[in-house]
């Protein structure tokens, strides 16, 4: 690569930043989008409200006996209600009836508004994050998807808040506390639920009144919840939904992510987690859930356009009876966002989100997350900080990779003895063969595995990023040249027909990927000495990236983008180290003057030839 070709690159670099720079909106403008959503998203709450009430009144309407024009018929209409409500719902019988209203509770990230008819939050809207498909307002929780009760027993009769009418009383615009009457005055059940006034965080307390018949360890809080579908590639999200959970006393754990799982949890539960692709449902209680009774599921809905997963937890509290029990949890409900969830104090929270295990997750962590949050800071477009990113990373591996580039070289070097030891000995004496080529090196002052170590110090940063572009919620929806989402693939071109193990779309970042793979491997290959007895080798470093490009065409565009800068700058630094750093033409010049120099022999050169020596010996004996 020439001078020109360099300069040309850093102004296709300067252009990137100009235009992302210049199209970049005011402030003014992103407050009245801004504006804009929100009015969107309300009316979609009141939307949600009443489409809820008129479900429930089709449900009244249909379960309770057609009502007829006479008091009569009337009178045994309202009879047969009032002894159904007292038979089903004994002393909480007065929540038999009462009015079907929506308040709705907010904060500055959430908005959520609860059902007086069961207590139950009918809709969870977050308001900074938008649905892919049409940019509707992400909603995690809407009515009629699902179950969400508290369940006890009153005597031999088993009662579910679903079953109620509470009355309401809002707390400020953050909070509300709904009660369900009994035929005591002194005797309720009260439910209050209170956002923070600036996180993720709902406070959901139940508290029975009166009630000293009512065990408050067989309560039993019942969430089961569908996930909605909302991101760009369905696969990619429903593989990465699922039930995470962590008792007390041990490391979180989660069920399976590719078919439907059921776990009877063993021990004190301190959080269980329904997490979506970016999203996360969490119930938390620091002084654990009961492992008596208590259960998770996941079940996978495949056949479903609307959702993808639907999550279920039945979760038993630990409070000892008394006249007034307090049943008291947290609900995250809120992105799956690296620091959101580690500033949150909840012990492994963060483990939610999957940075890769061991040495990987570490990488993520103190190295790639800190730097990303840093350029972050700027509120440059994505593209620019995955290209920032990039060159911070090579810059930190520079010392590594001009290591790596140095043995290659010096072993390229002694090419012309290699070869005369091999023409010497021929394929006959290997023995003698190796023993003389290990004896070339060590008069040269060259380990031949100096070059492996530096490579392998270079991978688990090449995995870390594979693990991280596709949980970093910072690239949902960000848009860069003709990527529409970096979060997920880019589709340039869509197919008529679907390509197995490929797909039905072609995605322009990756196979720019995979043609810079090839170049890079073309240079390397150049760079490095070619080996004898591997004929294979060569195919196998050009199969690679056309693997890559079956393997990758899915997944997040930020991935493939920057394993794209990744290579291009590798390029570049590889050019740059032989032309003005490592001539190798002087180092073969020291290479040679090593040689005349008597060098004694390592402890790993000694072994080696030990090796070799009872190599020989063992196959004269064979003779």
Known sequence: MDRNSIIGIILIVAILFGYQYLTMPSAEERARMQQEQDSIAQLAIQQQARHAEE?????????????????????????LRSARAQGHLGIFAPTANGANEVVVIENKNLQVAINTFGARPNVIRLKDYKTYWGRK??????????????????GNLRLSTRDMNFTARKLGSTGVQLRAATTDPGKYLQITYQLDSASWFMHATAELVGLPEVDPR????????????????????????????????ADRDFLSE???????????????????????????????????????????LPNDTLYNKRYDAKLFFQQEPGDHSTLAMQLYLGPNQYNTLRHTGIPEFSRIIDLGWGIFGWMNRFLVIPIFDFL???????????????????????????????SSI???????????????YGKEDVLKKQQATMDLYRKAGVNPVSGCV????????????????????????????????????????????TIPAYGSHVSLFTLLMAASTIIYTLVNSNQMPQQQGMPNMKVMMYMFPVMMLFFMNSLPAGLSYYYLLANVISILQMTVITRWFLNEGKVREQLLANMKKPRKKSKWQLRLEEIQKQQQATAKKRR
């Not at 119930?283 to 079940?299: A, K, L």
């Open 454 to 497: 530096p490579m392998l110090l270079q991978l688990p940063v090449l995995y870390a990023m594979f693990r991280f572009f596709p949980s970093s919620i910072e690239l949902r929806q960000q848009p860069f040249l003709w990527a529409d989402d970096l979060s997920s693939y880019d589709s340039i071109l869509q197919l008529p027909f």
């Open 137 to 154: 307002p992400l909603l995690l929780a809407v009515p009629d998807s699902g179950v969400y009760e508290y369940n006890f027993f009153l």
């Open 376 to 406: 972050h800071r700027f509120n440059l477009s994505y593209g620019i900080i995955i290209l920032a990113l990039t060159i911070a990373i090579k810059l930190l591996l520079l010392p590594i990779a001009y290591r790596n580039q140095k």
């Open 410 to 424: 010096r072993m390229r070097a002694l090419k012309p003895e290699v070869d005369a030891i091999n023409q010497k």
């Open 218 to 249: 067989n309560v039993m809080f019942h969430w089961d919840l569908t996930g909605f579908h909302n991101e760009k590639h369905r696969p990619t999200e429903e593989h990465k939904c699922t039930v995470f959970y962590k008792y007390l006393n």
């Open 55 to 79: 479900a429930l009144a089709q449900k009244r309407k249909t379960a309770e006996p057609a009502a007829d024009t006479t008091a009569a018929d009337t009178l045994h209409a309202d009879s």
């Open 258 to 300: 590719t078919k439907d799982d059921t776990k009877k949890l063993e021990g004190k539960t301190n959080w269980v987690a329904f997490k979506q692709d970016f999203f996360t449902v969490a119930m938390v209680n620091p002084d654990g859930f009961s492992s008596s009774g208590s259960e998770i599921s996941v079940t996978t």
